[in-house]
C-alpha cells in the first residue's frame, strides 16, 4: 500500500520543521525521564537536573517556534473534512499551551522548592520564590498530570498524522516531513 498523497501539498519551512522534530525529540524524552524520576526511590540528581534542563530547552524553543508561526504563519492546510480540520487545530493548540505551561509549572515548582533550575551545567535559575514546599508540592502535582496530558496529546498526534498519511493519504503529515 502506498503512503503517497492523492493532493499536492505546501509544506512547513524547514526551519518550522526543525523546530517541530527538534521538540518531539525533546518530548519524547523528558516525559519518560520525567516517569522514571518519580519511580525511583532517591533518583539520581543528574538525572533531575537532565529533566529540569530539558524543560527549559522545550520552554525556549516554543518561545520561537511561537514567534516564528506568528511571524510566518501555517501554509494552506490540505482539503480535508471540517470535523479533521478541528480536531487538529484543538490537539495542536492544546499542545503548544501544555508546552508552555509544564515547564512553566516545573519551573515555578522548584524555585517554591528552593531549588535552581539547571540548563545542562551552563547555568543556573535561582529561585525567585520563598521556599515554600507546600506550595511546590501543589504546583509539582499538577505539573505531573500536565506532563501525562502531554504524552496522551502526542501519542493522539502521533496517531493522528499516521492515520492521514497511510490511510487517508492526503497531504497532513507530508506538510511537515523533512525533505517534503
Known amino acids: 500500500m502506498s503512503a503517497i498523497s ?3 501539498v505546501e509544506g512547513y519551512s524547514g526551519f518550522a520543521k526543525s ?3 527538534i ?6 524524552t523528558v516525559i519518560p525521564v520525567g516517569i522514571v524520576m518519580g519511580e525511583i526511590e532517591n533518583a539520581p540528581f543528574n538525572l533531575y537536573n537532565f529533566h529540569k534542563s530539558l524543560g527549559v530547552l522545550i520552554l525556549v524553543l516554543m518561545t520561537i517556534r511561537l514567534i516564528y508561526r506568528i511571524v510566518h ?3 494552506p492546510e490540505p482539503d480535508i473534512p471540517a470535523f479533521y480540520r478541528i480536531a ?3 490537539t495542536h493548540w492544546a499542545l503548544y499551551i501544555l508546552l508552555f505551561l509544564t515547564p512553566i509549572s516545573g519551573a515555578i515548582a522548584n524555585m517554591y522548592y528552593g531549588a535552581v533550575t ?3 551545567g551552563l547555568f543556573e535559575i535561582q529561585p525567585f520564590f520563598a521556599k515554600n514546599e507546600e506550595i511546590s508540592n501543589f504546583i509539582f502535582a499538577r505539573h505531573k498530570l500536565m506532563g501525562f496530558a502531554v504524552g496522551l496529546l502526542a501519542c493522539a498526534h502521533i496517531g493522528a498524522g499516521l492515520f492521514h498519511y497511510v490511510i487517508r493519504k492526503d497531504g497532513v503529515l507530508q506538510r511537515m516531513l523533512p525533505g517534503s
Open 6 to 8: 492523492k493532493y499536492p
Open 19 to 21: 523546530l517541530h522534530w
Open 23 to 28: 521538540v518531539a525529540l525533546l518530548v519524547l
Open 73 to 75: 504563519g501555517a501554509p
Open 88 to 90: 487538529g487545530k484543538l
Open 118 to 120: 539547571p540548563f545542562f
